[in-house]
């Protein structure tokens, strides 16, 4: 039989799959109707052609933002087709389009107004897209609204240009989706000052809520009967320890099912659950560790052989250890610490500072928060 005959015949628990996928977005979002209203009492006024005042919507990781913006968007544009209102919405996602030249760019593309994705000056550019709405090209009445979801990759990227093209550009309203609270800090006093901005946060899920959640996306995803008792609940658990993150839970939730069907189960059990979350882990640090630049992840095994030799690891051995491995490519002391910190910020190790008492100073002392086994598995991975 042939290979993807035999795959396609083989028996599984998932009704469709791509219910779980993290670009379906479900008909109803439980818990968040409320910040689907808020939005939409500022996107209304488009109705009566005003300007909307531009949003900022604030949460962390898997809060539900990316989905209500782009459910209150198709609702919009629902009633706006309706009463053939001349209202433009487009979703923008920063780590697709990373600089001003390029988020114009496909703005104007989605105006009908084509230019080149290379090639042009950025103020050409900018002219063409201001032009749109200075000359009334698609109409005196037309009102766009730009969601820039991820706005903080843009704003490291390309600074902050595009917001300012965007707040002086009349008839455009802006709503911004960051999953940081600080991420104004990249935006200097002059276009935060034009960014006339309401401010919107989305508070993380409790277990109860994502509960609900996986109830409604289980429904359609698998096969009736599959979900032992406790799994949901589980997951949802899970997942509300990890910063109330939805995407986790349906992660958690989606692996749970592959692993049932890896074991030909008919059902899955609370036992895939925590499978499903070593596996999830598991993939993320080697990810993580499969992608460090090469001096950190020589730092990295650096801190995995004195692990395995039981050393109390303090910065001064660390280096010793690490100018062995790195040979002539080595970075300065100075610079190790630079990486202690990335390193820690990436939950892969722990750095604390303790005294050794009166007058003999403070000394850091680096603990590794993985697997050894796990870190050495990716860092082979990278030869
Ligand atoms: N209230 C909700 N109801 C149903 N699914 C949700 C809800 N909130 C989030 N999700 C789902 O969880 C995942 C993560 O949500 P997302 O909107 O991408 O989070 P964020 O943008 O805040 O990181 C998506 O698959 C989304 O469909
Ligand atoms: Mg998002």
């Not at 034009?194 to 508070?203: A, G, N, Q, T």
């Not at 409790?206 to 996306?217: P, T, V």
Request: aromatic share 8%.
């Amino acid at each position: 039989m042939n290979i993807f005959e035999q795959l396609k015949e083989q028996k599984t628990i998932f009704k469709d799959k791509s219910y779980l996928d993290h670009r379906f977005i479900p008909e109803t979002l439980p818990h968040r109707d409320e910040k689907i209203k808020l939005i939409a009492k500022h996107w209304v006024e488009a109705l009566s052609n005003i300007t909307p005042q531009d949003i900022t919507i604030y949460g962390k990781t898997g809060t539900g933002k990316t989905a209500v913006a782009k459910y209150a968007a198709k609702q919009l544009e629902e009633v706006a087709a309706q009463n053939n209102l001349n209202i433009k919405i487009v979703y923008l996602r920063c780590t697709d389009y990373n600089t001003e030249y390029q988020i114009l760019a496909k703005l104007c593309q989605e105006l009908g107004k084509p230019v080149p994705y290379r090639g042009w000056t950025k103020a050409e550019v900018v002219n063409t897209f201001r032009n749109l709405f200075t000359n009334n090209i698609l109409g005196e009445d037309l009102i766009l609204i730009v969601i820039l979801d991820e706005i903080d990759v843009i704003l490291k990227n390309d600074g902050d240009n595009i917001l300012y093209t965007l707040t002086r550009t009349d008839n455009v309203s802006i709503t911004s989706i960051s999953n940081y609270v600080d991420f104004k800090r990249y935006i200097k006093p002059k276009v935060k000052s034009s960014l006339r901005d309401r401010e919107i946060v989305f508070p993380p899920y409790n277990a109860q809520q994502l509960n609900d959640i996986l109830q409604e996306r289980s429904k359609l995803s698998f096969n009736d009967g599959v979900i032992d008792e406790g799994v949901l609940s589980l997951c949802s658990a899970l997942a509300a320890k990890e910063e109330g993150d939805a995407r986790y839970a349906l992660d958690l939730l989606k692996t749970s099912g592959e692993i049932a069907d890896e074991k030909d189960s008919d059902v899955i059990t609370e036992n895939f659950v925590k499978e499903a979350k070593d596996l999830i882990e598991h993939n993320k640090i080697i990810d993580i560790v499969m992608t460090l630049p090469i001096q950190q992840q020589k730092v990295l095994e650096a801190i995995t052989l004195l692990t395995y030799k039981k050393e109390e690891i303090t910065s001064g051995l660390l280096y010793e250890v690490y100018q062995d491995l790195a040979k002539n490519d080595k970075v300065s002391y100075r610079r190790l610490f630079d990486f202690i910190n990335e390193l820690e910020m990436l939950g892969l190790i722990s750095a604390n500072t303790i005294s050794r008492g009166r007058g003999k100073g403070r000394t850091n002392i680096i603990t590794l928060q993985c697997d050894t086994d796990l870190i050495d598995q990716a860092l082979i991975y990278k030869d």
